[in-house]
């Protein structure tokens, strides 16, 4: 289950308990990450905290969203990404495109991703 959280700083994006991240999930994803970044004034964060596994085809939409996302001056962050997740994301990301924000990057987030 997809949660929003809007805030005059920051949109904070959760996936619920969703463990991966596939070519089944990933359009409803990125129309959801558009729709906020359309509508964001502020930085978007993704919180991956529950995901085991993203797909190729999914890492290509992540770029694409994060390429409209800074032709629309938003910041896309991904954050609480596993060991695992940051293994993938350094074989998909060559070009380190996707940017990823650690624990104290996101202080200011804590109750919204607790």
């Known amino acids: 289950m997809i949660s929003i959280v809007y805030n005059d700083d920051y949109v904070v994006m959760s996936l619920g308990d ?4 596939d070519f089944l999930v990933i359009e409803k994803l990125k129309n959801h ?5 359309e ?6 964060y ?4 529950e995901v085991k596994f993203i797909d190729s085809n999914s890492f290509a939409g992540f770029k ?5 996302a800074v032709k629309n001056g938003i ?3 991904f954050v609480n990404v596993s060991k695992e997740l940051m293994e993938l994301f350094t074989l ?20 919204v991703l607790a």
């Open 33 to 37: 990450l558009l729709h906020a970044i």
């Open 39 to 44: 509508n964001a004034t502020a930085d978007v």
């Open 92 to 111: 998909a990301d060559e070009n380190k495109d996707l940017s990823i924000r650690n624990e104290r990057e996101v202080e200011h987030l804590r109750a």
């Open 46 to 49: 993704l919180d991956l905290k």
């Open 18 to 21: 969703l463990k991966r991240i």
């Open 64 to 68: 694409y969203v994060s390429d409209f």
């Open 75 to 77: 910041n896309l962050y």
